[in-house]
């Protein structure tokens, strides 16, 4: 079992900045990559970011390469998503997620989070 918790979220002005920050605590040795998903009302969770586990590796989604980065603290067991350049469009609930191997689709990863919204006004 691996359990994770979201926090940063909040609300935030189009081209502010936010960091989100994912805590795993659990059997983390083994479902050690993380990935990021954000999902609107009516919309399938869709990627966001992904991370290995040594943090050398990451996948960013087109909609989001050169605003977002991923990376890890692997002493902390923590993952951060820091957003910059916000967008209205970049509002939805996002979830920090745990797998064995970095993929891009909802089905590849076991434990999601409760998730942490975020919301960018225009």
């Known amino acids: 079992q691996v359990q994770l918790v979201e926090s940063g979220g909040g609300l935030v002005q189009a081209g502010g900045s936010l960091t989100l920050t994912c805590a795993a605590s659990?059997?983390?040795?083994?479902?050690?990559?993380r990935a990021w998903f954000r999902q609107t009302p009516g919309k399938e969770r869709e990627f966001v970011a992904g991370?290995?586990?040594?943090?050398?590796?990451?996948d960013l989604a087109d909609s989001v390469k050169g605003r977002f980065t991923i990376s890890r603290d692997m002493l902390k067991s923590t993952v951060y998503l820091r957003m910059n350049s916000l967008k209205p469009e970049d509002s939805a609930v996002y979830y920090c997620a745990a797998s064995t191997g970095l993929a891009r689709t909802v089905g590849e990863y076991d434990y999601w989070g409760q998730g942490t919204q975020v919301t960018v006004s225009s």
């Open positions: 659990g059997h983390t040795a083994w479902f050690n990559v």
């Open positions: 991370i290995n586990w040594s943090g050398v590796r990451t």
